[in-house]
């Protein structure tokens, strides 16, 4: 039997008086060694919990703001607002042939969904303290109910987006049936990152502290700003290891066509995200026993 | 046919506490920082293994035991025995170290009430929320719903923001979402230790209820009336270890004292005043308390409180010679000794402990708890009544006439 915690088993009970072929689970307690089986299937069984956790996160998040759900725009329109003064015109950045502020705007709506999602679920696991030393369920639920909630102030600036492409009079590409893909790598890098440093949060509590440095890094180190058309050649493979390159490159050309085709660049990015999504998916397994402990 | 609802072998859990360099007993976090300074130092350390080297406990050690589906176990022992980390490992919550556990059946834990709720939220949305932490679907919530509610009595508020409730209603929804858990086995710990007599009286008879259910029933307490209620079984926990695995009556009494005695010695201070010995002593229907102090410095006057507590902890009748008249005024003294006769005619027969206290007219010097103990079995008084609420019996006295009913519409 290899050592696992609380693996649940269905038998048949037969030979019980009265009701025969009534199946009742069965909890086997052990303690477990290092790497720990991912058990997607229990995440499956606690889904209406996943869905509670993350429709609690958003209804308590605009409650008694005077903006409510405004506030979920305002942080990607002052940005562009900010880039498209200092950046597009001042500094004259190449923006690919699209009016900068929609371009910087169309990398701003996947990247504010990812930068949120991350500092959100960095903290999440210490936070909910309370809830990890009280009851059970699987830890993953935790960090993956912050960055689903992200996915509601996602569709609000998207509305946004899709109102500036109207008012540049840029119609939508045939591309954009490609959109849910770029988002999907958006949502696992942004779950991979979140389960690696919330996993190392709980240990070390610096980590938190960490996030606003590494996300203003990570966010020049994306072509929100600049058009990836900067680099050339072999350089634009290995900036593809920034896997919100391809999110959003991919975005911008899905949705409103710029003449930069991801390529190569996009399939070194789905790669890194879901190495990074697998690697943490582990490491927070091995370390989920010993939350409680910790946390 | 009776079948196992929990089996517990050889179960062990180990905690770390704080590395000896720091200082303390805390865990305090570890920091990046901190990491790897030592593991950039570590090839400089040599054999500097104690610095790093931090202690370790043993929470739960070889702790085995079955439970049948059915009984309800009461868990009791003293702080730090090992209750809570028991409940926490069989509600998966954290590892055991060594040996394994295995139940049988869907289990619910209420290891604390209200886990979850919000207090933006409503009492609808948090009855939902908190529901689905505890396990139930949301179709299971939706069918009790009205129970829950009506069960906490806030039908009125259940539309409210938590955060308005009184703290009694916060706790009466809170305990209402757990009550009604419909597992096979429940991990209680307890939840049942706050709000007021009332709501813990309710909470006592849901138990009961969810006991005479078939549910099988694991129930940490302090609450020893509680566990005298509810169970047929209990374990007592002590440092870490099952010591006893028996009917409720025999761990109660092992829990609660089998080490006081009736004579209480201690050695006189020369920096503070002490008892040095107290001893009780039954005589026909008297309870001979005496009471002997000494002082490194006059106490002006010398108090000597006392207090009586049931087996359950209650105080029963205390009082103290400054208070009490029929005291002779005691001068000034370095030392000195009290004689107290108690009439103990009317006392429930018990096990009864003594609380005794040293003081003088403004500070109070020297407090024992519980440090004697005497057991007032059979009749004292001999014409005590079979029935009575409480431990001590007054002589009340009752008439009645009949009367004509009134109209009542």
């Given at each position: 039997m290899t050592p696992a915690t609380g693996r649940e088993l269905e038998p048949l009970r037969s030979g019980s008086t009265g009701s025969a072929n009534v199946s009742v689970p069965i909890t086997f307690i052990v303690p477990s060694r290092g790497w720990v089986p991912l058990k997607l299937g229990e995440l499956w069984d606690y889904r209406e919990l996943l869905y509670f956790l993350t429709w609690r996160e958003i209804k308590v998040r605009y409650k008694q703001t005077v903006l409510g759900v405004g506030w979920a725009i305002i942080q990607p329109l002052s940005t562009m607002l900010i880039f498209s003064l200092f950046f597009g015109k001042l500094a004259k950045i190449p923006s690919d042939h699209i009016p900068y502020p929609l371009f910087a705007m169309a990398g701003l709506v996947p990247w504010t969904f990812f930068a949120n999602g991350l500092s959100q679920s960095a903290n999440s696991i210490v936070t909910s303290s309370n809830l990890i030393s009280k009851v059970y369920f699987p830890r993953i639920a935790i960090p993956l109910a912050e960055i689903l909630s992200g996915a509601v102030d996602f569709a609000i600036s998207f509305v946004l987006l899709l109102g500036m492409m109207a008012y540049y009079h840029q119609a939508p590409s045939?591309?954009?049936?490609y959109l849910p893909l770029f988002f999907l790598l958006a949502f696992v890098t942004a779950l991979g990152v979140g389960l690696w440093l919330s996993a190392l949060n709980v240990e070390y509590r610096d980590v938190r502290y960490t996030i606003p440095f590494l996300t203003q890094f990570w966010m020049f180190a994306t072509p929100i700003v600049y058009p990836s058309s900067l680099l050339h050649g072999a350089w634009r493979v290995a900036y593809g290891l920034n896997p919100m390159v391809g999110v959003v490159e991919g975005f911008r050309w899905a949705l409103v066509g710029t003449e930069t085709a991801p390529g190569p660049m996009i399939a070194v990015s789905s790669s890194a995200a879901v190495l990074i999504l697998a690697g943490g998916a582990f490491y927070f397994r091995r370390m989920e026993k010993s939350f409680a402990d910790v946390v | 046919m009776s079948e196992i609802a929990i089996r517990v072998e050889n179960l062990g859990k180990q905690y770390r506490i704080g590395a000896l360099q720091q200082g303390g007993e805390h865990f305090s976090y570890k920091s990046l920082r901190d990491s790897i300074a030592r593991a950039a130092s570590a090839p400089f350390r040599g054999r500097d293994k104690a610095a790093a080297r931090e202690r370790t406990i043993w929470?739960?050690?070889?702790v085995s035991f079955e439970v049948t589906r059915g009984e309800i176990v009461g868990v009791i022992g003293r702080n730090g025995a090992g209750k809570s980390t028991l409940l926490k490992i069989l509600s998966r919550i954290t590892e055991p170290s060594e040996g394994h556990a295995e139940i049988h059946g869907r289990t619910g834990s209420?290891?604390?009430?209200?886990?979850?709720?919000?207090?933006?939220?409503t009492g609808r949305d948090n009855v939902y929320l908190n529901g689905s932490i505890l396990g139930m679907k949301h179709a299971e919530i939706a069918r009790q719903f009205d129970a829950i509610v009506a069960f906490a009595e806030v039908e009125k508020f259940i539309d409210t923001p938590v955060k308005h409730y009184s703290s009694g209603m916060y706790l009466r929804l809170a305990f209402a979402v757990a009550a009604h858990l419909q597992t096979e086995v429940l991990l209680v710990d307890e939840?049942?230790?706050?709000?007021d007599l009332q709501f813990q009286e309710k909470c006592l008879g849901k138990m009961r209820d969810v006991a005479s259910a078939g549910r099988t029933v694991l129930f940490v307490s302090h609450s020893i009336s509680s566990v005298q209620r509810l169970c047929n079984r209990a374990l007592l926990f002590s440092g870490g270890r099952l010591t006893l695995d028996s009917s409720p009556e025999a761990a109660i009494a092992e829990y609660i004292g089998?080490?006081?005695?009736?004579t209480y010695i201690e050695a006189p201070s020369a920096s503070q005043p002490v008892i040095t010995r107290a001893a009780l002593l039954l005589q026909d229907q008297t309870l001979l308390l005496s009471v002997e102090f000494q002082s490194p410095f006059p106490l002006s006057p010398p108090v000597l409180s006392f207090v009586m507590h049931n087996s359950l902890g209650a105080p029963v009748f205390g009082t103290h010679n400054y208070a009490d008249p029929t005291s002779p005024a005691v001068p000034a003294a370095s030392a000195g000794r009290f004689e107290i006769a108690i009439p103990a005619g009317n006392f429930r027969p018990d096990r009864y402990l003594f609380s005794l206290q040293l003081s003088d007219l403004y500070t109070d010097h020297c407090a024992r708890e519980m440090a004697l103990q005497i057991d007032l079995t059979g009749n004292v008084g001999g014409e005590l009544p079979p029935q009575f609420f409480g431990n001590i019996y007054l002589p009340t006295t009752w008439s009645y006439e009949a009367m004509d009913p009134k109209p009542t519409s």
């Open positions: 045939l591309r954009c049936i | 929470a739960l050690r070889d209420l290891l604390e009430v209200g886990t979850g709720f919000h207090p933006e939220l939840v049942l230790a706050v709000g089998g080490h006081l005695e009736a």
